[in-house]
């Protein structure tokens, strides 16, 4: 069954044409929907009350529903979706400092192949990609959560399960339905696609000409310890993907995030500070350090643990003395399942142990 995540304007419309009613009717209840208003007549007068009806019964309002709600004691709410096929998915609210603001974490993938040792995804390998419609629906979902906190959707990042550039054509789909003012939604400058060093998708990414932004994840100055961290390390080159980036900012004209998650005792050294900003000096690239959420002992046997304070601000003082751009992300959430992947997989193992025992 379709979800109306499912259908661009165009398609809605030929749809209420097939329906019998006036295609121009199609981009306000769509509209109303992506905006996370109720599809009703007393919603939106003038529309027939037969094309609600058909709305309702032939596309379900949502083909996920919520699995699991976490809220933290910082706001950040974590909300895990059951698709249409039963499997599941992370989506993230996260409060902005401005009391009205919020941002978006999207998923995806189901699960992820990228194998990233510190991360709780990996633990449980990649199972589908999602379709736009269901990364349309998280976007929903988030918009739905923030306004129920009096808050407003202002920024989304494809940075939860899975490895966008890996599904592109569908997360580009879907962004441009995220981005489509006759849908009241967000502008292409409050989307970014976060990934993991993809080369051949950056530059897929690059030529699709999207006004979007790029974050790459690099967690590692040198190719030895981020192949350590990150399997795809051995695939694709620090240089390689930094080329990449080059390109993607040469094109879009706006700097490119670089994404580095500080590891006590494993890329948080001064020395890896000092080849980190040997790197990123010569491009007017931003770095954001990330605070580590652990998630327990990885699939190489590693328990990885957050870089202290003191060795993180020593990390960040030595970008900002190179003269770059440094700046902390926020740690979100730390009272709950707020890794990656982390929600899910506590979800999924408590679902099994309650089906084990029934008889
Ligand atoms: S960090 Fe991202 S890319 Fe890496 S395994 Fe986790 S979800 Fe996949």
């Known amino acids: 069954m379709l979800s109306p995540a499912d259908l661009s304007i165009d398609a809605f419309a030929a749809l209420v044409a097939r329906w019998g009613y006036k295609p121009g009717h199609a981009p306000r209840v769509l509209r109303a929907y992506y905006t996370g208003i109720d599809v009703t007549a007393a919603a939106l007068p003038g529309v027939p009350a037969g094309l609600f ?9 949502s083909t996920a529903n919520l699995a699991a709600h976490q809220v933290a004691e910082d706001g950040t709410t974590k909300m895990l979706l059951r698709l249409g096929d039963g499997r599941t998915v992370e989506s993230v609210l996260m409060p902005d400092f401005r009391d009205d603001r919020a941002a978006g974490c999207i998923s995806s993938q189901v699960g992820c192949a990228m194998g990233c040792d510190f991360c709780a995804t990996t633990r449980t390998g990649f199972e589908r990609n999602l379709t736009a419609g269901e990364m349309v629906e998280q976007f929903i979902a988030l918009r739905r959560e ?9 920024t989304v990042v494809f940075m939860g399960m899975g490895e966008p550039l890996l599904n ?6 879907a962004v441009e339905r995220m981005a489509d003012n006759k849908l009241g939604a967000l502008g292409w400058r409050q989307i970014t696609v976060s990934t993991v060093g ?7 990414l690059t030529a699709a000409r999207l006004n979007i932004h790029l974050a790459v994840s690099l967690h590692a100055p040198d190719d030895e310890t981020r192949a350590r961290l990150l399997p795809m390390g051995k695939r694709f080159p620090i240089a390689e993907i930094l080329a990449a ?8 004209g706006r700097p490119v995030t670089i994404q580095y998650c500080l590891l006590a005792g494993v890329n948080d050294s001064l020395e890896h500070a000092r080849r980190l900003a040997e790197l990123i000096s010569p491009r007017r ?8 959420n652990p998630t327990g002992l990885s699939l190489r046997g590693v328990v990885y643990e957050p870089s202290s304070e003191e060795t993180a601000e020593a990390f960040a003082a030595a970008l900002r003395a190179r003269k770059l751009v440094a700046h902390f992300r926020r740690s979100r959430g730390r009272d709950i399942d707020a890794a990656c992947g982390q929600l899910r997989e506590r979800t999924e193992s408590q679902e099994a142990a309650r089906s084990a025992e029934i008889p």
């Open 53 to 61: 009806a058909r709305f309702a019964d032939e596309l379900r309002s």
């Open 146 to 154: 923030a306004r129920s906190v009096g808050r407003k959707l202002q």
């Open 168 to 173: 592109l054509d569908a997360v580009l789909a």
């Open 198 to 204: 993809i080369v051949p998708g950056i530059d897929a």
């Open 245 to 252: 980036a080059d390109r993607f900012q040469a094109s879009r």
């Open 285 to 292: 690239m931003h770095i954001n350090l990330l605070r580590y």
